[in-house]
């Protein structure tokens, strides 16, 4: 690692904007291999959050304790939604979600069946 890196400032494809990308910033994309970013650290945070639904809120109950509450799953959705005090309580049975596990089998084959 004989080269010597400069700051590198560059346009953002997506909002234009300048930034800046330090020395220590291409040795590190040098070690895994990748080319510098073309986005901002904005706009790159902003397409890792894009799973994310934070922007849509649901009113519904919790399915432990009945009680209203305010969620990002929608009431229609199949799966279990609980209010804090019942997630971070041991009011549900986790083992409900668990699966039995054939020590003799490979484990990927374990979760296929």
């Known amino acids: 690692m004989d080269k010597e890196y400069k700051n590198l400032v560059l346009g953002c494809q997506n909002c234009k904007q300048d930034f800046t ?3 220590d910033d291409f040795l ?3 070690k895994i291999k990748v080319p510098p970013p073309t986005f901002c650290p904005e706009c790159r945070m902003v ?12 009113k519904s109950n919790c399915d432990l304790c009945k009680k209203g ?15 804090c005090d ?3 309580g041991d009011k549900w ?5 668990g699966v039995d596990y ?3 089998n490979h484990f990927l ?5």
């Open 109 to 113: 084959a374990n979760l296929l069946n």
């Open 21 to 23: 990308i330090e020395p």
């Open 86 to 88: 019942c997630w971070w």
């Open 28 to 30: 590190f994309y040098e």
């Open 93 to 97: 049975d986790s083992s409900v979600y």
């Open 102 to 104: 054939d020590f003799q």
């Open 47 to 58: 397409r890792r959050m894009l799973w994310r639904n934070e922007r849509y809120l649901y």
């Open 69 to 83: 509450i305010i969620s990002v799953y929608p009431a229609q959705n199949n799966f279990p939604v609980y209010c």
